[in-house]
C-alpha cells in the first residue's frame, strides 16, 4: 500500500478516536492552570471574549468558574470545569441579579463541586449562598443537557453552599454523577435535578434528599446503573431518601430504576416515588430499621430482587414484603 494511504488512514482513525475520547468525563481530566476564571460578559463557554483572568482562554477541568451576577454563559458544546461558582447577586443575596448557565443540549463534566455566591463584579471567591437562584442551571427541555460530575472522591456540595431551592420544570438540569469506579462523593447539601442518573461509584448522600422534580406529580426519574451506589441515611416521612421537594399527597416523583446498589442507614427509610424496579441490590445497614416506605402520594416497595439484612438488632417489615 502507497505510504499516502497509510498517513490517511492514520489520521482519520485519530480523529475517530479522538471524538469518541471527548465524548467521555475523563476527556476533560487533563491537569490545567487552575485559574479562578470569572465571566467578564454574557456569551458562549467556549469563547476567550466571555472570560476574564482566564490566562486568555476558557475554563477547563482544572480550573474554577465564577458565573458573575446578571451574567448568562451559553454552552455550544460539550465542557468541563473544577468548581462551579454561580453568583445570586452583587450586594446580597438577590441584589444586582444572577448568574446562570444555559446547557442546552450538552454536557458540563465538573470535577470539583457546585456553590453559590454573592460578590461584587470582579471579586472572587465572594460570600457563599445557600439561597440559590430560582434557574441557576437551565436545558433546552426537548433535548435536555445535564451536570455530569466526575472525576475522584470529593465533596460535590456544601451546606450553605447550595440547596434544592431552584424552580422545577421541564427546562430544569438533569444530573448524572459518572465518577470514578472506586470514588465516594458526598451530597453536603441537596440538588434538585429533573431527573438523576447514578453511572459509576459511590453516592453518599447522609441525610440530604435526592430531590428530583420535573414541576408535577410522578414526574422525575433516577436511575442507579450497575456500576453505581447510592448511601442514604435519610429517616422520616418528612425527609425522604428522594422524592419531590414538596411532601405531602403529591410529593412522589416518578420512577427509580435500581440496577446497582442502594445502602439505606436510617432507622425508619421513606421514599417519595410512583413506580419501583428493583432489580438490583438494596442493604438495610442501620440498627432496629423498618424497611422502606412510601411518602407523598408514593409506593411502599414490596418486591426486592436482592435484600441484604446488615448491622445489628432487629428489621421490621412496613407491609407484606
Request: proline share 4%; net charge neutral.
Amino acid at each position: 500500500m502507497h505510504p499516502r494511504i497509510y498517513h490517511i488512514l492514520g489520521v482519520v482513525c485519530f480523529m475517530l478516536c479522538c471524538g469518541l475520547w471527548l465524548d467521555s468525563p475523563s476527556a476533560h481530566a487533563a491537569p490545567q492552570a487552575g485559574l479562578d476564571c470569572r465571566t467578564a460578559s454574557s456569551g458562549n463557554w467556549n469563547v476567550p471574549a466571555t472570560w476574564e483572568n482566564c490566562g486568555g482562554g476558557v475554563p477547563g477541568a482544572g480550573d474554577a468558574a465564577f458565573i458573575q451576577a446578571s451574567h448568562t454563559v451559553t454552552l455550544t458544546q460539550n465542557a468541563a470545569v473544577g468548581d462551579l461558582h454561580i453568583s445570586t447577586g452583587t450586594t446580597g443575596i438577590s441584589a444586582g441579579g444572577d448568574g446562570k448557565v444555559a446547557l442546552e443540549s450538552y454536557v458540563l463534566d465538573i470535577y470539583g463541586k457546585l456553590r453559590c455566591y454573592y460578590a461584587a463584579l470582579g471579586a472572587t471567591p465572594g460570600t457563599a449562598s445557600g439561597a440559590i437562584p430560582s434557574n441557576p442551571i437551565t436545558v433546552t427541555p426537548a433535548n435536555p443537557g445535564r451536570l455530569r460530575f466526575a472525576g475522584s472522591s470529593r465533596s460535590i456540595t456544601a451546606a450553605g453552599e447550595w440547596s434544592a431551592g431552584n424552580n422545577a420544570s421541564d427546562a430544569a438540569f438533569r444530573v448524572e454523577v459518572a465518577v470514578d469506579s472506586d470514588a465516594v462523593v458526598t451530597l453536603g447539601a441537596p440538588v434538585k435535578a429533573s431527573n438523576w442518573l447514578f453511572t459509576s461509584g459511590v453516592v453518599d448522600a447522609g441525610t440530604n434528599r435526592v430531590a428530583v422534580d420535573l414541576g408535577g406529580y410522578g414526574t422525575g426519574d433516577v436511575n442507579v446503573a450497575a456500576a453505581a451506589t447510592l448511601i442514604s441515611a435519610a429517616s422520616s416521612a418528612n425527609n425522604p431518601i428522594m422524592s419531590r421537594t414538596t411532601i405531602l399527597t403529591t410529593g412522589a416523583a416518578g420512577t427509580l430504576t435500581l440496577n446497582g446498589r442502594l445502602v439505606l442507614k436510617g432507622a425508619n427509610p421513606f421514599i417519595g416515588i410512583t413506580a419501583v424496579q428493583l432489580n438490583g441490590i438494596v442493604e438495610f445497614a442501620g440498627a432496629s430499621q423498618t424497611l422502606l416506605q412510601g411518602t407523598g402520594g408514593g409506593i411502599t416497595p414490596t418486591v426486592y430482587s436482592t435484600l441484604v439484612l446488615t448491622n445489628t438488632n432487629n428489621k421490621t417489615l412496613a407491609t407484606n414484603t
